[in-house]
């Protein structure tokens, strides 16, 4: 299941329409540039992809200059994915789909180069981030050999009906360019790279976020 999945969010996040609050703004010179409300900017993603794979992600996020460069956000992620032909039924000699809700949160951190750069070398930045993510698959694997595993998937794991819960915790770092479009609003480049990479993990490294952001 994997494998499908990886490759389904590298399409995704490199061909889809994405819409992602993967930015921060310029420290304003206005009088109230360190109030609250004037440091945080909110916005999200949105992934689309339908075909024989559909998946759907939304994604929205707010985020804080916390001091000087340094950035700190909260996300929450919902994703629909759904495979067609992506099981075997070896006792029924038919495909199944592979259909799933995805749910979870992350917390990131980000630093700008702007206290070092007055010149568009200040626009790049260092990402870090935390994600929890939660699904159900409607078959549980079994040993080799079991047999109650009737069905196996693309990578010749074997499974039996019966859901599973599946957790992933995944750790991200890497960096990316922030280009100013107008006013407050940003579009984002990420290059990041999991390095809690597991067998269920929807990403493959290296992963790459296309994003847009407003600041308040």
């Known amino acids: 299941m994997k494998r499908f999945i990886l490759f389904s969010f590298l399409i995704l996040l490199l061909s889809g329409p994405v819409f992602s609050q993967d930015s921060v703004r310029m420290i304003p010179t206005r009088s109230n540039a360190n109030s609250f409300w004037h440091r945080m900017t909110v916005g999200g993603y949105l992934s689309l992809q339908f075909g024989s794979i559909t998946a759907v992600t939304v994604s929205p996020e707010v985020s804080i200059r916390i001091v000087n460069q340094l950035y700190g956000g909260l996300g929450f992620t919902y994703q629909y994915v759904s495979f067609k032909d992506y099981f075997w039924d070896n006792k029924n000699n038919n495909y199944l789909d592979f259909r799933s ?116």
Not at 130 to 152: C, F, K, M, R
């Open 101 to 216: 809700n995805v749910y979870g949160g992350r917390i990131f951190f980000r630093y700008y180069l702007r206290s070092l750069f007055d010149n568009f070398l200040g626009n790049f930045f260092a990402h870090a981030e935390y994600e929890y993510l939660y699904y159900t698959q409607p078959y549980t694997p079994v040993v080799p050999g079991d047999p109650a595993g009737t069905i196996s998937d693309p990578n010749g794991v074997q499974y039996k009906p019966g859901k599973q819960s599946i957790d992933v915790n995944s750790l991200f770092v890497g960096g990316g360019y922030s280009q100013p479009i107008a006013g407050r609003a940003h579009l984002d480049l990420l290059l990041l790279f999991n390095l809690n990479e597991s067998y269920n993990s929807p990403y493959s490294n290296p992963i790459f976020r296309l994003g847009f952001g407003v600041g308040l």
